[in-house]
């Protein structure tokens, strides 16, 4: 998605106020977002016009239920980018909704700013690190990291760096069809030590949290 094309958006929130203040934040962006539909159930999402929008801002705490983690997995299987947008600013919950494949995680506390900016990298398949996450993901020590091979690893953080595969093939000089089958061996080692990174912010966050780049550099 080029950096002009328009994005729209489903809001998922049971706060009234939070519905209403999120479409004007939307709306004042200088890269036009449209609410295609909000509500407090995620329903929204799969209803047309909601079914086809580029980005789900999802509340995690829906009603009084617990976390809508659930519902975070069914869209993100759905091949849906998520927004968690959540009054929970624990490490534990942060890194629940990388491993289920949000695209990025913001409390409510970082306002319009880090809002529109993650929702616009979500419809561009961008990584994009707010503060809080950048906070859990620099606090995390996983035991469960894979082991990478030093190609693997230069492989991965070129292509953090690049624009496109084909970028990362010529400053590696390799094919795209070798980049490709780099990237796919990683994401096999992710998935199965249980933490798959099937997007590339997913991936990202996954290096982040293992020390393979730093927050910084992103």
Not at 72 to 87: C, T
Not at 117 to 134: G, K, S
Not at 154 to 179: M, P
Not at 185 to 204: D, E, F, Q, W
């Amino acid at each position: 998605m080029s950096n002009d094309t328009p994005v729209s958006v489903v809001v998922i929130d049971d706060h009234p106020a939070i519905l209403t203040g999120v479409e004007m934040w939307f709306s004042a962006s200088p890269r036009r977002i449209t609410v295609v539909a909000a509500g407090a159930t995620v329903r929204e999402a799969w209803n047309a016009p909601g079914n086809t929008a580029d980005v789900v801002v999802l509340d995690l705490q829906l009603g009084e239920s617990g976390p809508a983690f659930s519902s975070l997995r069914g869209l993100v299987d759905a091949g849906r980018q998520v927004v968690v947008y959540s009054m929970r600013d624990d490490e534990k919950t942060a890194l629940t909704c990388l491993d289920l494949g949000a695209a990025t995680f913001l409390t409510k506390n970082e306002g319009q700013e880090h809002l529109v900016e993650a929702t616009l990298a979500a419809a561009d398949e961008r990584p994009y690190m707010p503060p809080a996450l950048a906070g859990a993901l620099g606090a995390n020590a996983r035991a469960d990291r894979p082991q990478l091979s030093t190609r693997e690893e230069d492989v991965l953080i070129e292509w953090f760096q690049s624009e496109s595969k084909e970028l990362v093939a010529q400053r590696l000089g390799i094919s795209v069809r070798t980049v490709n089958s780099y990237l796919d061996r990683v994401r096999i080692k992710y998935a199965n030590v249980g933490r798959p990174a099937r997007t590339k912010a997913s991936l990202v966050a996954r290096a982040v949290q293992d020390g393979l780049v730093d927050v910084d550099d992103l």
